[in-house]
């Protein structure tokens, strides 16, 4: 076959996720070439076989060719994927490196990097960066803030927790030392009585960590050539005072220092303030804030979020709004990090986008996704307070050394109570009613307690090594416990009169349409909620992973809490992506609480399930789809 440009591929990729004739303004708008050069790349793809149909409604994939293309597009898939890494693996270590380096360390010939070296060039292209090339070495040039942009942003998309864990991001910063500096810091924030909000924290710390890894060898006047727009004059002392600490402690010594401590200031600014004190707001209205306050009660209410603490919440909340109000209004694009949070985080998101259409529609503005992603970081750390708070345990204890119950409660209480509620303290398990029996995780001193119960075995005096035994135990009670509901949940609410195998080509508008049709058939929802379904898709996709796709109502009123589901082996064709599975959810509103653990819990499950996916076809029935999801 022929080989194609990457420009030719993207052509393909564009034309393939249609199915319908594709105009050649939509083209070249996305792709932003000439209509001539267009024409020009579908001639020299078509030079050996009509693998593109053209005609006065635009182009189309030859049916004859489609399998063919979608082999050659799931490579290019695979090769984007090594031109991200090969990218991180060049910034993180920052400098010029022998090909065969990176050749021995990505476990590929020299000829395969050669070929993949376009690919690098047009990713890079985007941050206004290329490669370089000279005697067998190859670096990264261009600006530094593009580069440190383009490594943040790497480095968030390839991260599954963006709230609480700075340990994920270790590996990408090989050369710092990221536990010491990460403390260090935390501990000057608050040696000088400083507080950032916990949810803002770890995005500062991964900015620190960027600028930290890229500066060492950097001259820029990036930000000196704007006029400074700082009003937090504590935010300026603190930037300071981490740039000393760096350069005493850690003994990094910058080029431009001055540069460095701008760059920390601009992180920090808007959302540093003194201990005791709430974040800046004074500059907001009442009538601003009272009306942010309100959509955010009435979104959490609305999704089943009542354990948050939304008034601590609001204060920096409502100060990220009027900022990224300002941006929409005047089409800024602010992008501190890229975080994919719709693909690991997707009922966070969603929450996210209740809240900005909201917003959107008040102030008559348009809120791209990339802002989407920023307040979903505020209501992910939110979310993941109030699901700690919630995620207890019921312990029993049981022991027939004398006293050792005691022992154990006040050691299990003083380290780990605010995960645990102990239900009771018997001698031996056969003390236990039944219904606590069935319930509870057991925490015992007796090794011949029968196997098949939730225990976890500790010596009777409990040491640090039991109390340790006793967290990993009781994390693995909830999972297992949120995993049982949510299965639960999938086996009440699929039916046989809910689920479909087809083998039919259809687009997105095509399978919602299909189920929706379904679900007014069967009169569990009303004509209008096609339109809803619409409505909240086109906020934002709702495919994942390039996998599956969760449609859903924005507005939870079907008439009953049913699941749809669809397996169709010819694909469905959801924006750019191609997938086999769609389920539609359909809420009762008195049963708002299961759509949050239906929705969460079903992404979750369908993430990482290589058994499903990997068996589709063999899929001919709801058994054989619960066989494959359950399992």
Known sequence: MVKFTIRQLEILKIISSCNEYITSK?????LDITRRTLINDIKHINQEKEIIISNNKGYLINDSFIEEIDDILADYQIEEENVDKIIKYILIKNNSLIVNEITEYFYISNSKFLKLLP????????YDLKIERKNNHVSIIGDEQNKRQLLGNIIHNESYSFFSDIDNFKDYFPNIPVNEICLETENLINEYGYTIPKYYEINFLINLLVTISRNPFIISNAYEKSPSTIRNYDARILAYKINEMLETKFHMHYINKLLTIKEIEQTLDGFISRNGEKPRVFDLSDSFVKMIREIVEDTFNYYYLTSIDYQEFLSVF???????????????????TNISIKQNAP????????????????????????????IAIHIGYAIEQAAEKASIAPIILVSSFPGSNT?????????????????????????????????CLI??????????????????????????KVQEAITTFIKEKNANEVSNLINKYLTKDTF?????KMDKYEAINFLCEKALDNNDVLEDFHNQVISRENLSSTCFFDKFAIPHSNIQNALSTKLYVMVNNTKVTWNKSKINLVCLILIKRDTNDDFRK???????????????????????NLDDFLYFLLK
């Open 26 to 30: 939509a083209i070249t708008s996305d």
């Open 119 to 126: 690919q690098i060039n047009a990713q890079l292209k985007l």
């Open 318 to 336: 409502c100060l990220h709004v009027s900022e990224m109000i300002k941006r929409c209004m005047n089409s800024i694009s602010y992008v501190p």
């Open 347 to 374: 009922y966070v998101y969603e929450v996210a986008v209740s809240i900005a259409s909201k917003i959107a529609k008040n102030f008559n503005i348009n809120i791209p996704e990339v802002e989407i992603n920023l």
């Open 407 to 439: 022992i154990l409660a006040d050691k299990i209480v003083k380290e780990i109570g605010y995960k645990v509620q102990i239900m009771g303290f018997y001698s031996s398990t056969s003390d236990i009613p039944y219904r606590l029996y069935k319930s």
């Open 443 to 468: 925490i015992t001193t007796e090794e011949d307690v029968n196997r098949n119960i939730r225990r976890c075995i500790v010596s009777p005096f409990a040491s640090d090594k039991d109390i340790i």
């Open 500 to 504: 479909y195998v087809l083998n039919e």
């Open 598 to 620: 239906l929705y969460a819990g079903l992404s979750d499950i369908l993430y990482d399930n290589n058994l499903l996916f990997n068996n589709i076809d063999k899929i001919k």
